[in-house]
């Protein structure tokens, strides 16, 4: 296993997720439920399914869009996704 890539997936998808609404979820699903393993299995569950999803769509994709085009897209679906909370945000 490569450990840079390895290393750099975990703190960027830890940065990324910490803080954010699917966290704040959980912390919400684990003080009602007051059953923190079944919250966290579902919790961890659930993010390895869309990580997946993720990554056999992305090895797809990469074989027909250059990785520049790629980063570039991501990215300006960030700013659109941002500027769109930004104004409809409660």
């Given at each position: 296993?490569?450990?840079?890539?390895f290393l750099?997936?975990?703190?960027?998808?830890?940065?990324?997720e910490?803080g954010?609404k699917?966290?704040?979820?959980?912390v919400s699903l684990?003080?009602s439920?007051?059953?923190?393993?079944?919250v966290f299995?579902?919790?961890?569950?659930?993010?390895?399914?869309?990580t997946?999803?993720?990554?056999?769509f992305?090895?797809?994709?990469?074989?027909?869009?250059?990785?520049?085009?790629?980063?570039?897209?991501a990215?300006?679906?960030?700013v659109?996704m941002?500027?769109?909370?930004w104004?409809?945000?409660?």
């Open positions: 296993m490569d450990k840079s890539i750099s997936t975990f703190a960027t998808l830890f940065l990324a910490f954010d699917t966290q704040l979820a959980a684990a003080a439920t007051r059953r923190p393993w079944p299995l579902g919790a961890a569950s659930a993010l390895a399914a869309v997946a999803i993720g990554v056999i992305g090895e797809g994709v990469v074989k027909l869009v250059p990785p520049l085009v790629l980063r570039r897209t990215a300006g679906l960030f659109v941002g500027v769109w909370m104004v409809h945000g409660d």
